[in-house]
């Protein structure tokens, strides 16, 4: 089992920063690859960036691209998640979640899920 905590969220206008964390525990968190997916009121839950286990690895979605930056610290046991020149758009609730070897892009291929962030941008 792995236990996953996020935090990290609030509320902040268009334009500001934020950083997401996502604290794991019980097994070896450096087996894993860490996703980060995010779901909107009313949407399903959308893949957002995925970084492997040694953290030499990065994917992010289109949207994701140029302001969302996923790394991580195994040492620490915690993934991060920065957004920088956030949007309205942005606004989800964000979840990191846990993926034995693989880069997975879809919820279904994650073994383990946290609680979940809640970011709401305003503009």
């Known amino acids: 089992q792995v236990q996953l905590v996020e935090s990290g969220g609030g509320l902040v206008q268009a334009g500001g920063s934020l950083r997401l964390s996502c604290a794991a525990s019980?097994?070896?968190?450096?087996?894993?690859?860490m996703g980060w997916f995010r779901q909107a009121p009313g949407k399903e839950r959308e893949f957002v960036a995925v970084?492997?286990?040694?953290?030499?690895?990065?994917y992010y979605a289109d949207s994701a691209k140029g302001r969302f930056t996923i790394s991580r610290d195994n040492a620490k046991n915690t993934v991060y998640l920065q957004i920088n020149s956030l949007k309205p758009e942005d606004t989800a609730v964000y979840y990191c979640?846990?993926?034995?070897?693989?880069?997975?892009?879809?919820?279904?291929?994650?073994?383990?899920w946290g609680q979940g962030t809640r970011v709401t941008v305003s503009s």
């Open positions: 979640a846990a993926d034995r070897g693989r880069l997975g892009l879809y919820p279904h291929e994650y073994d383990y």
């Open positions: 019980g097994r070896t968190f450096s087996d894993y690859a």
């Open positions: 970084i492997s286990w040694s953290g030499g690895t990065t």
